[in-house]
């Protein structure tokens, strides 16, 4: 599988399956199929409410961590002045034990709300220790992202948001990749968008409305996708062929 390195080394494979919308029910099997058909970047987050599923799956695979690259995201900390940090580590604690880890290799904070500031630097402890194999955000404007980048001490490897081809984000594609954080997209292929596309019908084979979305985002950036029934053929059928069944789901909001 194609990866893509991070501003600290870290490989991180360039598609990843997530469980954004999978109903916990669904989830041990939709991962434990996904891994099936080859994936080994799997993105969960606290507030999927799915964590202890996508470790039961990832316990059951067989595989050795170190074959997986594994996501998850920090919820909005509501703690008085001066405990964020604690309950940030709390909050990673108890991701690491829903998932069955001993690391995670992508900590993501999930919205730039609350103090993100703290949060961030508790972060940067946990990388520091080994925890988390790369530090990262989600959902940030350029505005609070630069901000976070010139006030802090670890540059953030990774950026989850919203780009594809009707919402391309041009300037924050620029300012990331000047910066060093690596773009990863949660909506790489918004199929009511596409579904009407007069590009879809004029296409000399059934290829599905995925397949040109993956092209465009895999030049330079990353992508997660998501659905309780993936391919069997796997991530490596996404870049350009017509054999993918996966239909992708925003990967968070």
Known sequence: MNTVTLNNGVEMPILGFGVFQIPDEE??????????????????????????????????????RDELFITTKLWIQHAPAG???DDTK?????????????????????????????????MQELHQ??????????????????????????????????THPFHQRAADQAMMRERGVQIES??????????????????????????PSHRWFSVGSSSATSSSSPSPSGPNAWPGTSTSSISPLPMSS
């Open 129 to 162: 220790d080994g925890l988390a194999r790369a530090i990262g955000v989600s959902n940030f404007h350029l505005d609070r992202l630069v901000d976070l980048i010139d006030h802090n001490e670890i540059v953030p490897a990774v950026n989850q948001i919203e």
């Open 27 to 64: 989830t041990q099997a939709a991962v434990e199929a996904a891994l099936d058909a080859g994936y080994r970047h799997l993105d969960t987050a606290a507030s999927y409410l799915n964590e202890e599923a996508v470790g039961l799956a990832i316990k059951n695979s067989g595989l050795a």
């Open 186 to 211: 949660w909506d790489p292929s918004p199929k009511a968008r596409t579904t009407c596309s007069p590009t879809r019908f004029s296409a000399p084979s059934p290829m599905r409305t995925a397949s």
């Open 83 to 85: 405990s964020v940090q």
């Open 90 to 122: 709390r909050a990673f604690d108890n991701s690491l034990r829903r998932l069955g880890l001993d690391y995670v290799d992508l900590y993501l904070i999930h919205q730039p709300l609350g103090d993100y500031y703290s949060e961030w630097r508790a």
